[in-house]
């Protein structure tokens, strides 16, 4: 088990989203896993993105040749889609000129969104000013806050717009899809050219954060981990560190390894990396540097063969 634990500190924070379950301390081993394979991925896969510091890392640092990021959820698909369609600008703007107050901030999320990209705007609003970030059914607006600044404590507008815009910045290198993750698994397993990042809600072996967390949060882990035996590609999975979990992982034949890490609440905690052959990691960790490489370099940036479902 790998006791070291990651300063998030150092890592580039790319996502406009204060995500519960982030996995912004993933990155260094993230980018261990990709420069461990023989050569550039083609595609990057995640189809449970959330808030996505990991298909945003890996289009920032081209780790691949591009990313496909996809979510069930209404309000994140909205914003993906309003950061890769063309509107990032009008979501940075509108975002600078919000003025956060307790009234302002309860008459904009009281309305009814007039277009996708003011859906978006009301959920990263959302998202910054609720407890945790957390924007599923009982969540409620911050009271007191990091140092008593109640619903400014993570209102960061400047921050917010250099990151939408650097976002939209890459909308040729990132496709979106709205859709089921387990239907794009299914749809691209035969893929010997994609790599997958697996990071499901946390409901297996009895876990309830995963349901208090996130709007839709129930998944038959069974079913994921038999898909994911199937996947042509590599992948890396993230999961809770419970024994009906690497139960699971050994029934399949899968590498487990533990990783210590810290929560949003400071506490420490471990997690469990899952894949077909995590000796990238042990040897990373014995090493504790990361080695420089260098890819070949592919001049394929998009894919036209990428399936939102089967037979589609």
């Known amino acids: 088990m790998s006791k070291k634990i990651v300063n998030v500190a150092s890592v580039p924070q790319r996502s406009p989203f204060r995500y519960p379950g982030g996995k912004t301390w993933l990155v260094p081993h993230l980018r261990a896993w990709l420069r461990s394979l023989r050569r550039k991925p083609e595609c990057f896969i995640e189809p449970f993105v959330g808030g996505g510091i990991i298909g945003l890392t890996v289009a920032f640092e081209d780790l691949a040749a591009h990313v496909f990021v996809v979510e069930l959820d209404e309000d994140v698909a909205a914003v993906w889609k309003t950061l890769l369609d063309g509107n990032a600008a009008w979501l940075a703007s509108r975002i600078v000129e919000f003025e956060v107050t307790h009234e ?6 009281s309305q009814t969104a007039s277009s996708l990209r003011e859906r978006a705007f009301q959920t990263i609003l959302k998202n910054r000013v609720y407890h945790g970030g957390i924007m599923a059914h009982g969540s409620g607006l911050i009271k007191f806050g990091e ?25 040729n290198k990132i496709t979106f899809f709205q859709s089921d993750g387990m239907e794009v698994l299914r749809a691209n397993a035969h893929r010997s050219d994609a790599v997958y990042f697996l990071d499901p809600p946390y409901t297996a072996a009895g876990k309830k954060a995963g349901a208090r967390l996130y709007k839709y949060n129930e998944l038959n882990h069974e079913e994921l981990f038999r898909l994911t035996a199937t996947l042509k590609g590599d992948f890396l999975m993230t999961y809770d560190n419970a024994k009906g979990v690497l139960d699971l992982a050994h029934r399949h034949g899968f590498d487990t390894e533990a990783i210590s890490m810290k929560n949003t ?48």
């Open 147 to 171: 140092k008593g600044k109640g619903l400014m404590s993570r209102w960061y507008p400047n921050t917010l717009k250099n990151r939408i815009l650097n976002i939209g910045e890459l909308q």
């Open 265 to 312: 609440h400071h506490a420490k905690m471990t997690e469990l990396l899952i894949g077909r052959n995590l000796d990238w990691f042990r040897s990373m960790i014995q090493s504790e540097t990361e080695q420089p490489f260098l890819f070949p370099v592919s001049e394929k940036t998009t894919d036209p063969h990428f399936e939102k479902h089967p037979g589609t």
């Open 104 to 109: 302002s901030v309860r008459a904009a999320l």
